[in-house]
């Protein structure tokens, strides 16, 4: 089974600031990996995929994300946050081997600070 | 499009009382997963269905939860009794074949058990 780390389980940062919200995962086999964001009594909202090809994916509301096969990693940046992006993110990683099941992190609620 | 529709959005009940959550999957998506979503446990994947095959029941946590899907478009949780440790966000999610397509969720239900 997959798992996956979320190491910071929140970021406090000002508004227009750059952040990175971390993820690893525990294998690079036979993986696809996502970015998902959640506002205040929402469900998930797709942020961003990867799934082959160039490693540093573009995502919605100015996000990105680079996978690093080596170190397992699949963070994701943005140069400049806005008070609007006040949300908890999840990273998560598809196991092409098993129907579509996805293994969630726990979370990085990230707070935007003007 | 419409996207998961779960229902009811906000569930108060008494412990003891029969639960029944429902999720109608985005039309066309083979895959459907329950999840619950807690401050303690975070994110935990309940149970999910491929083409209305129950493929892993494993976070199910006891006997008193059930899930069934009679067909493509309708799918159900069920607790009973319940108890006030299920008070929860409850989230149906779906996704098409294959594996390397996101999951899309639904609004949740969010149960409270007096």
């Known amino acids: 089974a997959q798992s996956v780390t979320q190491l910071d389980s929140q970021v406090p940062v000002f508004e227009e600031a750059p952040v990175e919200l971390r993820c690893n995962y525990s294998s690079s086999v036979s993986v696809y990996l996502f970015w998902y964001v959640q506002y205040p009594n929402q469900g998930l909202q797709l942020l961003l995929k990867y799934l082959s090809g160039s490693t540093l994916v573009k995502g919605i509301n100015g996000f990105e994300a680079e996978f690093n096969k080596s170190q397992t990693s699949f963070h994701l940046r943005k140069p400049s946050v806005h008070i609007s992006d006040t949300a908890e993110y999840f990273c998560?990683?598809?196991?092409?081997?098993?129907?579509?099941?996805?293994?969630f992190g726990s979370g990085t609620k990230l707070n935007v600070k003007p | 499009d419409a996207g998961v529709i779960q229902s009811p959005r906000h569930e108060v009940t008494e412990m003891g009382q029969e639960v029944t959550l429902r999720c109608k999957p985005i039309s066309g998506h083979n895959s459907l997963f329950w999840y619950r979503q807690t401050m303690m446990r975070g994110l935990e994947l309940l149970i999910y269905?491929?083409?209305?095959?129950?493929?892993?029941d494993s976070g199910m946590p006891e006997d008193r939860f059930s899930a069934k899907m009679p067909n493509a478009s309708f799918s159900t949780l069920k607790i009973q009794p319940s108890e006030p440790r299920d008070s929860a966000v409850y989230f149906c999610?779906?996704?098409?074949?294959?594996?390397?397509?996101?999951?899309?969720f639904g609004d949740g239900t969010r149960l409270s058990i007096l």
């Open positions: 269905f491929n083409n209305n095959v129950p493929i892993d």
């Open positions: 998560a990683v598809s196991d092409r081997d098993n129907f579509n099941k996805f293994y």
């Open positions: 999610a779906s996704s098409p074949q294959p594996s390397n397509q996101p999951q899309h």
